[in-house]
């Protein structure tokens, strides 16, 4: 078993999703090469600075633009499907996506039980008439929604058919998705052959350790069921086929955690340039709570989901990485009426002792971001207590 330092380990964490070096050329390349190495970048809703696709890209990508995600989609480089929730997956992982699909297409329902005759009209116009968005359905206003959730018995339709893999989303008409038939978005040459249960679960171990460097046995596959009985066996061949290190962290000695040989021996031990990062939210460096906890020391909650009275940092909050350490979080939010970028509270973390060493790296990044927000200037909210000069 190899034994590595703490610091060792979060720079081979950093380094294995691509945020201790980022290149100057080739944005569209680079782009892609972000799917293929973390495996799927989360898409959310929520707009208050510019949304998590496009932020994570941005964090990876120098001078990304939103039209690169758009052009790569439409390429058939990627598409969107379900990782651990909403997502944009490298097209050459599309096989992969058949194991969770069959599943749903055999249950009783996703989300909500499968209404067939919804599931029939909704399919039948689609292939009648090519893309529609759910919009492009008259929903009666009247009809009682059976479920918790809500939802018209449309847009349940809609979701049965996408998760099921009967219908993909062939593009987007401003956030709004567009819908077409799989065989008709999908390219010829994309292997469309059902994995077997075992290649299902490498492929996502792979996937995992080679997006992020270490993880134990519990943290591959996030929110995906995997089995440990079946997970521990094949971790186990891995080793013996000598595909798998065992590593161990001096600080952490009671964990076992994995890692790529390959990927190991090419990444692991690069001295980088220490880069300052405002990470989305839904980063996928951070998207384990309890891992980010254990291995960076640091505590993250998206406040808003907390009740406003009880937010420590604000209602969108941004995890501030330097190198290969958290040093605070950043409260932004884009005022796209007055193209301003709006700095509502600074907090640092409480180890770090002297933040003026911070303020030109973070203002630098800040204009970057706040540019990448297409907004004009950036101004600091007077409640701010910790406030730096623009």
Not at 173 to 201: A, I
Request: aromatic fraction near 10%; hydrophobic fraction near 40%.
């Amino acid at each position: 078993m190899i034994e590595i330092s703490l610091k060792q380990a979060r720079s081979f964490i950093i380094e294995s999703q691509l945020l201790s070096h980022i290149p100057k050329v080739g944005r569209k390349n680079r782009a892609l090469r972000v799917f293929h190495s973390l495996g799927y970048v989360q898409i959310d809703t929520i707009s208050v600075v510019s949304r998590s696709h496009h932020h994570i890209l941005w964090s990876r990508v120098h001078n990304y633009e939103k039209r690169i995600l758009e052009k790569l989609e439409q390429d058939r480089h990627i598409f969107e499907y379900w990782a651990h929730a909403a997502s944009y997956l490298p097209m050459r992982d599309y096989r992969f996506t058949l194991v969770p699909k069959q599943k749903i297409l055999e249950g009783p329902g996703h989300w909500w039980p499968k209404d067939q005759k919804w599931i029939n009209l909704v399919y039948d116009r689609i292939k009648a008439e090519g893309g529609l968005m759910s919009k492009d359905f008259k929903k009666d206003p009247n009809l009682a929604y059976d479920h918790p959730w809500g939802g018209h018995p449309v847009t349940q339709a809609i979701r049965q058919l996408f998760m099921e893999g009967r219908i993909m989303i062939s593009g987007r008409k401003g956030f709004q998705k567009v819908y077409d038939l799989t065989e008709r978005v999908l390219p010829e040459h994309v292997d469309q052959s059902m994995p077997t249960r075992k290649e299902y679960y490498i492929h996502l171990i792979k996937r995992d350790l080679r997006a992020n460097g270490i993880m134990r046995a519990t943290e591959i596959g996030h929110l995906i069921s995997i089995p440990r009985n079946q997970l521990m066996p094949i971790l186990d061949e891995l080793i013996e086929d000598d595909l798998l290190l065992k590593v161990r962290i001096k600080r952490l000695d009671d964990q076992v955690y994995y890692a790529l040989k390959d990927h190991f021996n090419h990444s692991f031990g690069k001295t980088r340039h220490r880069q300052l990062h405002i990470l989305s939210p839904f980063d996928n460096l951070i998207i384990q709570r309890k891992r980010l906890k254990e291995l960076f020391g640091f505590e993250y909650i998206l406040e808003c989901y907390v009740p406003a009275a009880k937010r420590k940092v604000g209602y969108y909050s941004l995890p501030i990485l330097l190198g290969s350490e958290f040093v605070g979080q950043i409260d932004l939010k884009a005022d796209r009426r007055k193209e301003v970028l709006v700095v509502k509270n600074i907090v640092w973390e409480n180890k770090i002792k002297n933040r003026e060493q911070f303020e030109i790296p973070l203002k630098k990044r800040l204009l970057a971001y706040c540019v990448f927000n297409d907004c004009e200037s950036i101004t600091v909210d007077e409640k701010v207590k910790n406030p730096i000069n623009i």
